[in-house]
């Protein structure tokens, strides 16, 4: 039906016809300290390919780089390292003229729709703008019907690029006619074509100022956007969030680009306009072939708009394949953690949602191996410790990520000062940490008097309760107030929760409770923390407990017939595929 | 398709072509009130011209032309041109002239006065001069209002703009208004100053010995002859009632001095005010036009580039800021005293230069924080999508922005810069003699503070304070006019152009 499903179409049968290659693109920030700092990888070495007329998703939670990459792609950021081929061309390389006009074929919506028009100017100015700075129309004539060598004079030149160009000229007997995108009409242009025996002069008058015909552009932008003519004197302020996005996407058209990078477009909108703007531009695209890249952080958004989706996370991507296909059996550990956080209206539905530990690490020291691996559900286990149980695996994972975001909360000048002075600070308490990660365990005579003790308070003998508690265990044990504890078992025995008032005493007086041979381990790790060394002890567990998730950085591996790739180790023929995990996860 | 486009823009000249009428009657009411005064507008024209000109000279060959002695002749050629043609301008007639309504006259034996407008005493003559140039100074303010309200009605195509609720806003800002007139008060006794005072600069500082006055000896029963100078000296405030004469009284030659005399060798203290608005005005806009413009551009360099563009300026401007004014000022006073830029206004000119590289760190800080906060506005990264030239980009995405700011601080610190120079002329380093300044009559006025001649100290120190609190006020008045927040929502680059107006 349009050009673009057709371009689709043949595509699947022949060879893909990318816009857009990137290769290895990096986009660090410098941190602008004055002392050499870690730099923040953002886009931290990514590969996909745009296919012309499609639309590619991406999607990942705040600060995965999903937006950093986005800028990139239109030259709003400088690339660190990689490569943007648009058309076959590296554009990280381009500058002066050369990237000029290059940024006509890629343009940018911006996600906010009140920041992103400059609110001093009229709607007409604003879309204006880009067509002012290019000097647009070009006005570039293309001669047809001769092998003769041609010369355009006059208000024309000879159309040198691969665009369309703006006005033709049909050689013998000097027809025009003037590309729909211009508004000109075409008896507003006269043309005088002499031929010679090895030349064709066409000289041209158009007896249109180019500021009419910009204004004349502006005002059909604004109709093809959904807004009216005469917006074109209104002020931004005059307008709610959903036509200032139209205002946006005309502004981005104005150049008539190939390729548009929308930045989250309808994140700040109400939702009853998010899908008008949506439709709005799946007709634009279908109108004129645009090839979009839909960076965005709501889900069932991306699966409605695109064709295609890719899932980062920490300046990589961990996904990337068909959207439908993606959406229904998500290969990639992270995707189908980010997919089951979709809300689910059904409320007899026991999809289990999976809760990810902690927060993204910071993309100024990303962990090493799989950016993934702080907070995988179904990380790759040494062999050595498959036999372990989850709960001392999840507790020794668990001290590993509380002491990663140690390392990264920011020490000021005073609490470095007390922690060489050997006082306390919000970093101290390793021992609490302890008692939080890993189960504590009581010897069997004290175990019993804990049941006594709760059988007590639950029948209402407080004072016998408080009498064993008292017998068995010693206040000096422990540098908890023993009065406050006894207090909150008896009130937790009260609110029913028996586990939680047996834990509150077994963390305090009890053992940890690790399987020997992991405990030594463990020890030396608390013991590197409590001499302030958190660092060794950090990479004291990692080499003990670390697998290959922790030492190398996975591959994309083809995960489906369609060319889907996802980045996990668990793909390698050696381990179990993420989803096998998943299920025994849930059982 | 292509055969329905249309052209629905119309540019202002058509515009005004199909209604010409408003614009007609705005035109010709503008053309009638400046004809009228036209004279006096090609003298202060070109007197600035002049000036300028000879600063330029000086510039470039290192001494004041048409001033030195040894003038270069194509600079005394210009200067000279634009001299003949401010002449040629006190020659053509004017409405408000000292010659149409002359306040200078003399009483003769019948007790009437003669050389007077109309025969009326100085007094009511001087007055109705100085209503007069009033009510055209507003008159012209209002048609200039006027005129920007004709534009809105007839020739606007946009039905709103941004401008509109500023203005709303400042018109329902009292105080605000009460700055802005004492302001233009001020100004029309700066611009006007050779009509508005009762005698002339010439006359009464310049060369007193000159001109003459005539004058009714009641002793002798005939009209008298002395010079300016010896009339000033006899009519000096000298703090006993003998030698004194107060504010709205007439000296013993029949003058009348509205604000009273000064101390020896006297002379009216009104026309010295008046000559040295003229001289705190053109030290004020000097100094800040200058510290504005170098405020505005690296506000905008900085924040459009940051990082090390950001820190080299934060670093000079901490080094200028670091420098005792008082001890610099005393400095340069000394270094460049026998300099030709001394020669324009008695250092004057030297002053505002100072002021000029002194305050613009203060101003630049004023705006970097706005200009930051503009630059991260997305409307800055579109225009570089599209291939904007960075200048381009800093002058309409980002200066519409901090001009506000410019102007709250600007005024704000023109009070400083009025108070600066008064203090410094009390000091006796800033504008010597014999050039008006209203620190100095604040200094010559001080011993007599206690006695009869209280006047020549308090009335200048009063005229200071109410300048400075007018220009405040109007300062509060913009920053509250450009601020969204004190009548509901509106944009966020706004509220940012207006938050750091507190201080």
């Known amino acids: 039906m349009s050009e673009t499903e057709e371009l689709r179409r043949s595509d699947r049968t022949d060879e893909r016809n990318d816009l857009v290659n990137v290769n290895g693109l990096k986009t660090y920030y410098e941190s602008g300290g004055i002392l050499g700092s870690q730099p923040v990888k953002a886009v931290d070495g990514v590969d996909f390919d745009i296919e012309r007329g499609e639309t590619l998703g991406l999607v990942g939670e705040s600060g995965c780089g999903k937006t950093t990459l986005g800028r990139t792609l239109v030259r709003l950021e400088r690339a660190t390292d990689g490569e943007v081929l648009f058309d076959g061309e590296d554009i990280t390389t381009f500058s002066g003229k050369r990237l000029k006009k290059w940024r006509r074929d890629a343009q940018i919506v911006f996600q906010d729709p009140e920041s992103s028009l400059n609110d001093r100017m009229t709607v007409g100015e604003i879309i204006q703008e880009p067509l002012d700075v290019h000097d647009w129309p070009d006005l570039d004539v293309d001669v047809v019907g001769t092998q003769k060598e041609v010369t355009v004079s006059g208000d024309g030149h000879l159309n040198e690029d691969e665009r369309e160009a703006d006005i033709t000229v049909e050689v013998p007997g000097g027809a025009i006619s003037v590309r729909d995108g211009v508004p000109l009409p075409q008896d507003r242009v006269s043309v005088d074509v002499s031929e010679s025996d090895s030349s064709v002069t066409v000289t041209l008058s158009v007896d249109v100022s180019r500021s009419k015909l910009r204004r004349a552009r502006v005002r059909e932008l604004l109709t093809t956007v959904g807004l009216r003519r005469e917006h074109y004197f209104r002020y931004p302020h005059q307008f709610s969030g959903g036509q200032r996005q139209r205002i946006g996407i005309a502004r981005a058209l104005a150049l008539e680009p190939e390729f548009v990078v929308l930045d989250e477009p309808v994140s700040a909108l109400d939702v009853s306009v998010q899908a008008k703007i949506l439709n709005l531009l799946e007709e634009l695209q279908e109108e004129f072939g645009l090839t979009y890249l839909f960076i965005a952080h709501d889900l069932s958004v991306v699966r409605h708009i695109c064709d295609r989706v890719a899932v980062m996370y920490l300046g990589h991507i961990m996904e990337i394949g068909e959207s439908d296909e993606l959406f229904q059996n998500p290969k990639n550990p992270y995707t189908r953690a980010l997919l089951s956080a979709i809300p689910d209206p059904d409320p007899t539905d026991d999809k289990r949602r999976i809760t990810l530990r902690g927060t993204p690490p910071s993309p100024r020291d990303p962990p090493k191996g799989c950016p993934f691996t702080t907070r995988c559900p179904v990380k790759i286990r040494p062999s050595e410790y498959d ?201 | 398709m292509s055969s329905q486009h249309q052209f629905e823009e119309v540019p202002l000249r058509e515009r005004l072509a199909t209604n010409p009428r408003p614009a007609l009657v705005w035109a010709v009411g ?264 170098i405020a505005a551009a690296f506000g905008l360099l900085t924040a459009y580039y940051k990082g090390f563009a950001d820190l080299s300026v934060v670093v000079i401007s901490d080094s200028i800021q670091a420098i005792p004014v008082l001890l610099l000022l005393i400095l340069i006073n000394v ?169």
């Open chain 2, 30 to 293: 503008l053309a009638l009130l400046l004809l009228v005064e036209l004279g006096a507008v090609i003298s202060t024209l070109f007197g600035v011209f002049e000036l300028v000109a000879s600063v330029a000279i000086g510039a470039v060959s290192g001494a004041p032309q048409g001033i030195g002695p040894n003038s270069d002749a194509t600079g005394a050629v210009v200067v000279s041109i634009l001299n003949s043609i401010e002449q040629f301008g006190n020659t053509l007639p004017t409405l408000l002239s000292r010659s149409l309504i002359p306040n200078q006259g003399h009483q003769v034996a019948s007790g009437a006065w003669e050389g007077t407008f109309l025969g009326l005493p100085p007094a009511y003559a001087w007055f109705f001069r100085v209503v007069l140039i009033y009510a055209y100074l507003f008159l012209l303010l209002w048609w200039a209002w006027f005129g920007y309200r004709t534009f809105v009605e007839h020739y606007r195509q946009a039905d709103w703009t941004p401008r509109d609720d500023v203005v709303d806003r400042l018109r329902g800002h009292r105080w605000g208004q009460f700055g802005l007139v004492i302001v233009v008060l001020f100004v029309g006794l700066a611009l006007f100053a050779p009509t508005i005072s009762p005698t002339t600069f010439e006359q009464d500082i310049d060369r007193p010995y000159e001109f003459e006055v005539e004058y009714f000896d009641e002793e002798t029963g005939t009209v008298e002859t002395t010079t300016a100078g010896d009339a000033n000296l006899v009519s000096s405030s000298q703090g006993t009632p003998a030698y004194n004469t107060g504010p709205l009284s007439y000296d013993e030659f029949g003058r009348f001095h509205p604000f009273g005399t000064m101390n020896l060798p006297g002379g009216d203290l009104f026309t010295f005010m008046a000559y040295g608005a003229r001289v705190s005005l053109f030290i004020g806009v000097t100094a800040i036009a200058i510290s504005g413009f």
């Open chain 1, 387 to 587: 036999h372990l149980d989850e709960e001392t695996w999840e507790g020794i994972e668990l001290l590993r990520e509380i002491l990663r975001e140690r390392s990264r909360a920011d020490r000021s000048f005073t609490e470095m000062a007390r922690g060489v002075l050997g006082m306390e600070t919000r970093f101290s308490g390793i021992d609490e940490i302890v008692r939080e990660v890993f189960p504590h365990r009581l010897d069997p005579e004290r175990e019993q008097a804990l049941e006594r003790a709760i059988e007590a308070a639950d029948g209402g003998r407080e004072d016998e309760a408080r009498e064993i508690l008292g017998q068995h265990f010693d206040p000096e044990e422990t540098d908890a107030d023993f009065d406050d504890l006894v207090d909150a078992f008896i009130s937790d025995v009260h609110a029913g929760s028996h586990e939680q008032a047996r834990s509150r005493v077994r963390d305090r007086f009890g053992e940890m409770d690790v399987p020997p041979e992991v405990r030594s381990d463990v020890e030396t790790a608390i013991d590197h923390v409590r001499s302030g060394d958190e660092d060794t002890a950090r990479e004291y567990l990692r080499d003990q407990f670390g697998s290959v998730c922790d030492a190398e950085s996975p591959q994309h591996h083809v995960v489906s017939d369609t060319g889907r790739t996802s980045y996990c180790h668990r793909h390698r023929a050696e381990h179990e595929e993420p989803e096998v995990v998943f299920e025994s996860l849930v059982d």
């Open chain 2, 335 to 503: 270094v460049f005293a026998d300099h030709w830029l001394t020669s324009f206004y008695n250092g004057g000119l030297l002053l505002a230069l100072a002021f000029g590289f002194l305050y613009w760190p203060g101003l630049w800080r004023a705006v970097r924080g706005p200009a930051f906060q503009v630059s991260e506005q997305e409307w800055v990264d579109a225009a570089r999508s599209y291939g904007q030239r960075s200048t381009t980009t800093m002058r309409k995405h980002m200066l519409p922005y901090i001009l506000g700011y410019l102007l709250v601080y600007g005024s704000l610190t023109i009070g400083g810069i009025i108070i600066t120079t008064a203090a410094l002329s009390f000091l006796n380093i800033g504008i010597g003699a014999p050039t008006p300044e209203w620190g100095r009559a604040v200094a010559d006025g001080r011993s007599y503070v206690a006695t009869e001649s209280w006047h020549i100290a308090l009335i200048p120190g009063i005229l200071i304070v109410l300048v400075v609190t007018a220009l405040n006020a109007f300062g509060d008045g913009i920053r509250d006019a450009i601020d969204p927040q004190s009548q509901g929502g509106e944009g966020a680059a706004n509220e940012a152009a207006a938050a750091g107006g507190g201080g």
